[in-house]
């Protein structure tokens, strides 16, 4: 037995993580629940641009799973790898470069996402500088990690490290292909791929920004804390190798189960559905393997709140793995595409497994690094059961929500019209079961603000072990194996085994993207696509700004409830093709409000029903829950980046001809003009709105937004027709 | 052009490729497991519980 090293656990970075973890837990959900509140009064966001549903809906979800998660991940990645391999952190510098740079990406993100400078690209709405410094930082954790391993003192990798590894080089390859965008101001860009292709990549990114950033760290935390919580080994280390590699190896090839009825080729539609559902195995493999680890200690789960939570957050993921795969099953995801089946099922996994299973290992953790006992055994029990319900009045009525809404999208009347012809309907009926979701919420809530106080006691009941004294015996140097020292041969098996997950999840990758090659966006012969002109560029640019995607879809899917819904003159279903011009793609993943994708057919939607109804909604539909955008009335146009845009877009593909830049400003105005004159046409001057300028109409933002609303889905008439 | 001859080709393979890639790789993955050996399996399984009791609760060092 050779001597033992003395040195130091770094607990330090830790309770720095986590506490942000929890700061920003608090905020992300309280965002949550006023976005919640927003869809049953309007109102709520007080009238202000910065708080619509639009715009802060992103800010919840960025804020729950980069900050809340991420740096929950990070505090339990740094805890458990340096007492797996038995050392220090590798650079106490990177450490906190890591932390504080993270901290300022999640700021810069608080920042920008209320002020409307978004990608729109769901769990990936950062802009392009930020996304820079998300790889910088990115980088400087995976350097820290492997670092760390490096210089370990334990010569095997635990399971739960291997899922770190992944994670890591998952995300960065994710997050490099799918932010692949240039640049047409400081802060905005457009992206590099557009239209169904870039819907390939960007759910190719979704699905595997849930599989990699909230399934696999929060699988190596559950084998790393779930046998310290209940001092008892993992049940079958063997299965969890075996969950490894089939997990991470099916997991990226899943993706394309997003774009199901979409314009994808079919049998890439079925090999997405097919590897979904083969995950299931794997899946409830990891699944049992955390609940079979508590076999014959079940009596100590009664009585353990922490075990409680971690049993609860292993069943949600199992349940929400298993609805996963059954979702991708066309006929199951015709029902819930679009609607709040979708959203039920991700807070299943975020609230259950994420939030549960943080809990459990931050009530577990930090009175460890604090040296002292949890506060209150029994507020941790309370905070359990409020947590439960809260999830439970969470989900449940949103399921049934889902349910609801689409049989009435579908259903017809017997002489074949449909039943429910008013979008809003659909929307009246189900804003009860909004209310039960917001109640569902607050009890969450105060689940959270139950733990925070039980936290912030132990915390001051204690003091932080800044670093802890460890002793562990150096790596064993003394066999060699290939004539090498054993010691470099051990040395190069991280970086060995990175560049293995590499390889599984790239061979994944490509397969699942080279189908974007066989996309047919060939346009048909009596038809044309247009590109934006310069006024519905910028009114587009103004949809992106203002999050409508995050109510609105633009995907007509071949069904005779939506043909008959949203385009009843020409009953056209979407068209690959008509996207080729589309950055970003503005699918949209849920309906709050109805498609748009042929809202330019509506003969309704004239430009003064636009104009009165983007001012107050409810003006026009009386039960309508979308938010009114009063300030389009006075913000002006902004020209200083159209020349740059359009250089962008034309040296990305769309068609505008050599020095159109310079005459782009005039033609936009010339296009206002028209906006404005058919307005005039429709409303007396004593009809708009007080602080409208009249005589300054052509330049107000509103009217850019109009021109690209009447614009949508007009490529699907043939010219001689429009 | 690689489009048309993308097209042209048979590309009902694309589809059992990945089919075929994951099976093998999930046999080799499985043979492996099922071979390694139960010391080590047991050793590994252990590794997370190795250092509750290498800190003796008073050699807690605070602020350093």
């Given at each position: 037995m050779s001597q033992k090293e003395q040195f130091y656990y770094d607990n330090e970075i830790v309770r720095k993580f986590a506490l942000a973890s929890i700061v920003f837990g608090f905020i992300g959900m309280l965002v949550g629940l006023w976005i919640a509140l927003e869809l049953i009064f309007p109102s709520l966001n007080l009238n202000l641009p910065f708080t619509t549903f639009g715009r802060i809906r992103p800010l919840h979800t960025n804020a729950v799973i980069f900050a809340f998660v991420g740096n929950a991940i990070f505090a339990g990645v740094y805890y458990s790898i340096q007492r797996l391999l038995k050392t220090r952190l590798f650079s106490d510098v990177l450490s906190n470069i890591h932390f504080w740079g993270w901290q300022l990406i999640i700021l810069a993100a608080a920042i920008t996402l209320p002020l409307g400078i978004t990608s729109s690209y769901e769990y990936a709405e950062l802009e392009w500088p930020i996304d820079i410094a998300i790889a910088v930082i990115w980088v400087i954790f995976g350097i820290n990690m492997i670092g760390t391993m490096i210089k370990r003192r334990e010569a095997h990798l635990y399971v739960a490290i291997w899922f770190y590894i992944a994670t890591w080089v998952t995300v960065t390859l994710l997050h490099v292909v799918n932010n692949l965008e240039v640049p047409y101001s400081w802060i905005k860009s457009y992206p590099l791929f557009a239209g169904v292709q870039a819907a390939l990549v960007q759910w190719w990114y979704g699905h595997n920004a849930v599989?990699?950033?909230?399934?696999t760290p929060y699988l190596g935390l559950m084998y790393y804390f779930l046998p310290k919580a209940a001092n008892r080994p993992v049940y079958s280390y063997r299965l969890s190798i075996i969950h490894f590699w089939s997990l991470i190896f099916l997991y990226i090839w899943a993706g394309p189960h997003h774009l199901l009825y979409s314009t994808l080729p079919d049998w890439a539609q079925s090999l997405g559905t097919v590897f979904s559902l083969m995950l299931i195995a794997p899946s409830w493999g990891g699944m049992l393997n955390g609940l079979l680890t508590l076999r014959g200690a079940w009596d100590r789960v009664a009585n353990d709140p922490i075990l409680k939570f971690m049993v609860v957050a292993v069943t949600a993921y199992g349940m929400s793995t298993f609805e996963g795969p059954m979702l991708s099953i066309k006929s199951i995801n015709a029902i819930s595409h679009f609607t709040d089946w979708t959203i039920a099922h991700v807070h299943i996994g975020t609230l259950g497994w994420n939030g549960f299973l943080t809990f459990g290992v931050f009530y577990w953790m930090l009175p460890r690094i604090f040296g002292t006992k949890l506060h209150s055994v029994k507020l941790a029990n309370t905070h359990f059961w409020i947590g439960t319900l809260g999830i439970l009045f969470y989900s449940i009525p949103l399921y049934w929500a889902a349910w609801t809404q689409n049989l009435m999208w579908e259903q017809f009347t017997p002489d074949g019209r449909l039943t429910h012809s008013e979008f809003i309907q659909t929307v009246t009926q189900i804003l009860p079961m909004y209310r039960m979701r917001a109640i569902g919420a607050t009890l969450y809530f105060t689940g959270l603000l139950i733990f925070m106080y039980n936290i912030f006691v132990t915390m001051k009941n204690g003091k932080i072990v800044k670093n802890e004294l460890a002793e562990a015996a150096p790596r064993d140097n003394k066999k060699s194996y290939t004539g090498e020292t054993a010691h470099r041969l051990l040395e190069r098996k991280p970086i060995r085994f990175t560049v293995w997950a590499l390889v599984a999840v790239a061979i994944g990758g490509m397969i699942e993207i080279i189908p974007m090659l066989f996309v047919d966006n060939e346009v048909p012969k009596n038809l044309s696509v247009e590109p934006y002109t310069p006024l519905e560029l910028t009114g587009r640019d103004i949809f992106i700004r203002e999050g409508c995607v995050g109510c609105h879809s633009q995907m007509i899917r071949p069904f005779r409830s939506e043909v008959e819904r949203?385009?009843?003159?020409?009953k056209e279903y979407s068209k690959s093709w008509e996207y080729i011009y589309d950055r970003p793609f503005l699918w949209g993943s849920k309906r709050t409000g109805p498609d748009l994708h042929r809202e330019g057919l509506k003969t309704t939607g004239t430009e003064s029903w636009h104009f009165g109804h983007m001012y107050d909604p409810r003006s026009m539909i009386?039960?309508?829950?979308m938010p009114a955008y009063p300030w389009l009335y006075t913000k002006t146009i902004d020209e200083s980046t159209l020349k740059h845009k359009i250089n962008v877009l034309r040296m990305l593909g769309t068609p505008y001809p050599e020095g159109y830049e310079d005459i782009a400003s005039e033609d936009l105005h010339a296009q206002a003009k028209q906006v404005v004159a058919a307005l005039k046409s429709q409303l007396d001057e004593k009809d708009f709105p007080a602080e409208v300028d009249i005589n300054n109409l052509e330049n107000l933002e509103i009217i850019a937004l109009i021109a690209y609303l009447k614009d949508l889905g007009t490529d699907i008439i043939p010219k001689d027709k429009k | 052009m690689y489009k048309k001859l993308l097209e042209s080709a048979d590309i009902e393979w694309m589809a059992i490729l990945p089919l075929i890639i994951f099976v093998t790789f999930f046999v080799v993955v499985i043979i492996r497991v099922v071979r390694s050996k139960q010391s080590f399996i047991d050793k590994m399984a252990n590794l997370p519980l190795e250092d509750d009791d290498s800190v003796p609760a008073s050699s807690l060092e605070s602020d350093n």
């Open positions: 599989a990699f950033f909230l399934t949203y385009d009843p003159d020409n009386g039960q309508s829950i | -």
